[in-house]
């Protein structure tokens, strides 16, 4: 037996921030449930130095849980020149969303721009789906 099918996963916590994104909107636009807007959509952009961390190339898919949700979606770097070390960023879509908590504190209005999630490798996982 492989000894490193015993060693769990390497997992992080962030924070992702959620962004809106002109070309994303474009691509709802023209078609919401299409591979363009999934592609732009479903997507997390994290420092390089956590994606190396989680053993993740850009490209590969990522597991992002909390306790409103789970989903799967592609990782890339953030291109950001300081470092950001457990901060996240996201395209606002039906993605985030499925993380964002049905809690409002009183104002009605759910926190879409702070979302706390534990990263870990998808492993190959396709990204969640979003149907009709």
Do not use: C
């Not at 956590?50 to 590969?60: E, F, R």
């Not at 190959?124 to 979003?130: D, F, Y």
Request: no cysteine; aromatic share 8%; proline share 5%.
């Amino acid at each position: 037996m492989d000894f490193g099918s015993f060693l769990k996963a390497p997992e992080i916590n962030v924070r992702v921030i959620t962004y809106s994104d002109i070309f994303q909107d474009k691509a709802m636009v023209e078609n919401r449930f299409g591979e363009e807007y999934r592609n732009l959509s479903a997507v997390i952009k994290m420092d390089p130095a956590d994606l190396k961390q989680l053993n993740v190339k850009k490209g590969d898919t990522v597991v992002l849980k909390n306790s409103f949700g789970t989903i799967v979606v592609k990782a890339e770097e953030s291109g950001y020149e300081n470092p950001h070390r457990g901060i996240a960023y996201m395209p606002a879509s039906p993605w985030s969303n499925m993380l964002v908590s049905d809690e409002t504190g009183g104002t009605g209005i759910p926190k879409f721009k702070d979302i706390s999630v534990t990263v870990t490798n998808a492993k190959g996982e396709k990204v969640t789906e979003i149907g009709l």
